[in-house]
């Protein structure tokens, strides 16, 4: 078994699986990552692609993704002035290990539909 479980909060906290995951798994890191994967993006363009994200939190996101090392910001001076966002190596190779897991999601999404289906049939709110 993998070394996930821990016995404190200290422990937690230095857990490298669970620092590692609980930044690249959320939500939107996962689909900004793999926005960027064709190339270097400006911020509208990562928001167009996205759709429903607001500003605030792409912005977040993109700051802890940077901080983490997967992707670079960089500013052109102009004018006008344009910031792109852009895969690290590291960042490549996050898109790499997610893309099995995205094409599996889309082949199983009948089967989990029909799962939450029955789930809902079963224990009525």
């Known amino acids: ?4 479980g821990v ?6 906290s230095n857990c490298p ?5 609980s930044n690249v798994t959320g939500k939107w890191r996962m689909i900004i990552v793999l926005a960027l994967e064709d190339g ?3 911020f509208g363009e990562i928001k167009r692609c996205i759709g429903d994200v607001t500003q605030r939190v792409l912005t977040e ?5 940077q901080r983490d090392g997967y992707l670079t910001r ?6 006008p002035v344009a910031v792109s966002y852009e895969l690290t ?4 190779s996050l898109v790499a290990t997610l893309k099995p897991l995205v094409f599996w999601s889309s082949e199983q999404m009948e089967q989990v539909k029909t799962a939450r289906l029955e789930y ?3 224990h009525p709110k």
Do not use: C, F, H, Y
Request: proline share 14%.
């Open 1 to 4: 078994m993998l070394p996930i």
């Open 7 to 12: 016995e404190t909060k200290a422990e937690a």
């Open 17 to 21: 699986i669970r620092s590692v995951l």
């Open 40 to 42: 270097p993006m400006r």
């Open 61 to 65: 996101n993109l700051r802890g993704l």
């Open 74 to 79: 960089t500013v052109d001076p102009g004018p």
């Open 89 to 92: 190596p590291l960042g490549q």
């Open 120 to 122: 809902d049939r079963a």
